[in-house]
């Protein structure tokens, strides 16, 4: 199962789960600020890129100084404050992680691809208001622009999954027969995999092709990268 939801140490509350994109549903949040604090904010590749974009920075200086856990994660201050929280709100509003997109809703999935979503209990002191009527579900993601992040979501879950299972059993190009076949399965290093610019630099430096500069070309090289890297023997 996966989700995309606001983690801590304690399960969230829920208010109610097992929506679809058909239940009524609808949020207009009044930016308190409460809800970017006391967090985990669990990102991927096409997020951390969204937000380098934002920043105009790479995708391994955006690992490096805003996230733990080499991109897993988005780094919270000594007063557990999220690094991008502002007094005016978020600093990256327009690129904000999926989660910050959803909430107070978390999306669950299954590798059958099934999909159905949680309404998390407010924080104590959210301003949020329901706004009742017959809005759907769908509708607020539509509000939140959330179909890209989405779609990164789930393209990326299965080759994430594969790919740690291939790191923690060594995977590597010991079996290479020459130095061309050694270089072309060399496996990013140290993380690498997780950072798209540096992951898809190597990608391209071993087959001579001009780097990406569009994000959603740059993800799609990634994951073929990714792909290549996980079918090697
Ligand atoms: S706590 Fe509620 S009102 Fe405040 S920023 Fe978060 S969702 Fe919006
Ligand atoms: S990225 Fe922005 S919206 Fe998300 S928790 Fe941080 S400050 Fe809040």
């Not at 949680?118 to 509708?139: D, H, K, M, Q, T």
């Amino acid at each position: 199962m996966s989700h995309q939801e606001t983690d801590r140490a304690t399960p969230l509350p829920l208010r109610r789960t097992g929506l679809d994109r058909h239940t009524p549903f609808s949020f207009s949040c009044m930016r308190c600020l409460q809800c970017c604090q006391s967090k985990k904010i669990q990102v991927n590749p096409y997020e951390i890129a969204r937000l380098a974009g934002n920043l105009g920075i790479s995708t391994t200086e955006c690992i490096a100084r805003f996230t733990t856990k080499n991109g897993s994660y988005l780094k919270f201050d000594n007063e557990n404050r999220c690094i991008f929280l502002g007094s005016d709100g978020c600093r990256v509003h327009a690129d904000r992680p999926l989660v910050c997109r959803l909430y107070p809703l978390g999306r669950h999935c299954n590798d059958r691809g099934d999909e159905w979503f949680s309404e998390i209990e407010p924080e104590a002191g959210c301003r949020g208001e329901s706004n009742g009527g017959e809005v759907s579900l769908e509708r607020y993601l539509e509000s939140q622009e959330v179909h890209a992040y989405l779609d990164a979501a789930d393209s990326y879950l299965k080759l994430l999954w594969e790919m740690m299972a291939l790191l923690e059993q060594g995977g590597d190009n010991e079996d290479a027969t020459d130095a061309t076949e050694a270089e072309e399965h060399l496996l990013p290093e140290n993380g690498e995999w997780m950072d798209m610019d540096a992951a898809v630099r190597i990608y391209c430096q071993q087959r001579e092709l001009p780097f990406p500069l569009d994000i959603e070309d740059k993800m799609r090289m990634h994951q073929n990268a990714l792909q290549f890297w996980i079918q090697q023997p």
